[in-house]
């Protein structure tokens, strides 16, 4: 089963700073989905990264995908507390159409 | 801007009743899913739905489980036989393409 992992888990950080949230998977997919969720809502879209090297950026956020290293990651720039929810990337495989989601990172931002 | 909507999105229901989660994807969408989160755990792929048949389902989704598009515009979830760890909240999502999905806002169901 392909796996997704992200780390930090957890990320409390200061208004102002910069931070990276990494999401990498298990097998070859170059699919990745970045989404936003707040406590108790849906899932909202944030970045869709289609092939190896793409790079998105959407005011202080901003992601890219290695398909070689099976790697992507989620850049915020000084961090505003708008930005605090739960961050999970998905992958889907080459060959299906379900998505497998990462183990979410809740992101705190402290005034 | 079209959506995906759930209904209902909060269910309380008691041990061994079925429920029926009923979702409305947009509207020229072809692809459809059910996907479930246990409250503070990831997002869980359960089904998806394609041509008005099954094309993919997880382990979870076992003989307790079914989906249905009964009119065209409807699609929903029903659980036979609730369980306690049934409770979750329920996404709907569709696409047009097989490479994305639109989520709904979810149903809440909680088996007491």
């Known amino acids: 089963e392909l796996k997704v992992e992200q780390n930090p888990l957890f990320l409390s950080m200061q208004e102002g700073k910069n931070y990276t949230i990494y999401c990498n998977y298990s097998?070859?997919?170059?699919?990745l989905y970045w989404y936003r969720q707040d406590p108790g809502k849906s899932l909202e879209s944030l970045f869709v990264?289609?092939?190896?090297?793409a790079v998105k950026q959407e005011g202080r956020l901003m992601a890219s995908l290695d398909t070689k290293a099976r790697l992507s990651t989620l850049h915020i720039t000084a961090a505003v507390h708008d930005l605090s929810a739960t961050y999970f990337c998905?992958?889907?495989?080459?060959?299906?159409?379900?998505?497998?989601f990462g183990t979410g990172t809740s992101l705190t931002v402290i005034p | 801007e079209p959506e995906v909507t759930q209904t209902p999105s909060h269910q309380v229901t008691q041990m061994g009743q079925e429920v029926i989660l009923r979702c409305v994807p947009i509207?020229?969408?072809?692809?459809f899913y059910w996907y479930r989160q246990i409250l503070g755990q990831k997002v869980e792929f359960l089904v998806s739905?394609?041509?008005?048949?099954?094309?993919?389902k997880s382990e979870i989704f076992d003989d307790q489980f079914s989906v249905e598009r009964p009119d065209g515009s409807n699609f929903t979830l029903k659980i036979r036989s609730t369980k306690l760890e049934d409770s979750a909240m329920y996404f709907c999502?569709?696409?047009?393409?097989?490479?994305?999905?639109?989520f709904g806002q979810g149903t809440r169901l909680t088996v007491v």
């Open positions: 999502a569709s696409s047009a393409q097989r490479y994305e999905a639109f």
């Open positions: 097998t070859t997919s170059d699919r």
């Open positions: 990264l289609l092939s190896n090297g």
């Open positions: 998905a992958v889907v495989t080459n060959t299906g159409n379900q998505f497998y």
């Open positions: 509207s020229n969408h072809l692809y």
């Open positions: 739905f394609y041509n008005n048949e099954i094309s993919e």
